[in-house]
């Protein structure tokens, strides 16, 4: 099973990186091939709105974007990890996302399939971190992931979303919380053959 883990986070061994570390170690531990992308390294542009992509559903700026979206199609699952910033994605995960507008266009306005109901087979997880304990701190974030994997035909299957970590070693503190992340992998894996 082929997935593609997204680290989205600014600080490359923060919170949601372990987090996201130990759910690829859980994936690959019951035989996934796994491709781990760290955003930061690439680079990537924010769209631009010039609606390019109207024409035949390619995001006209070259960049890195190309090959990521290659990744996100081609992928069997795929997990995310952001941390929050003011209750939203971080900015290279919201870059990532407006630039996957491109395969909404295509799905959507070019293959012009029906958007009245989001039942995609392939299991999308996302994993993410906040430092406040806000009862609605993930809502908006949670909602942006759902739409954002139904681009590229994912739903997403499971959100594991932890309040009042900040620092960035804090996760540490909570192995239950890398325990659990590691077992998430586990069963994305399992959930992903079962709808094969």
Partial sequence: MKITAIYGSPRRNGNTARLLQSAV??????????????????????????????????CAIKDDFH????????????ILASPIFFYAVS?????????????????????????????NHKPG???????THGRRLFEGAEMSVKYFFDTFDTSLWRTLAYRGLDGADDILKHPECLAEARQAGVELVEMGQFNR
Avoid: N
């Fill in 25 to 58: 170690a859980g994936a690959r531990s019951v035989g996934a091939d796994v491709t781990e992308i760290v955003l930061r390294d690439l680079k990537l542009q924010p769209c631009l709105e010039i609606y390019a992509c109207q024409k035949d559903g390619r």
């Fill in 91 to 119: 900015a290279h995960v919201k870059a990532m996302m407006d630039r996957c507008q491109s395969l909404w266009v295509k799905k959507y306005r070019l293959e012009k399939k029906s958007y009245t109901r989001l039942d």
């Fill in 67 to 78: 090959g990521l979206a290659e990744r996100l199609l081609s992928a069997q699952a795929t």
């Fill in 125 to 131: 997880l996302f994993l993410t971190v906040g430092a």
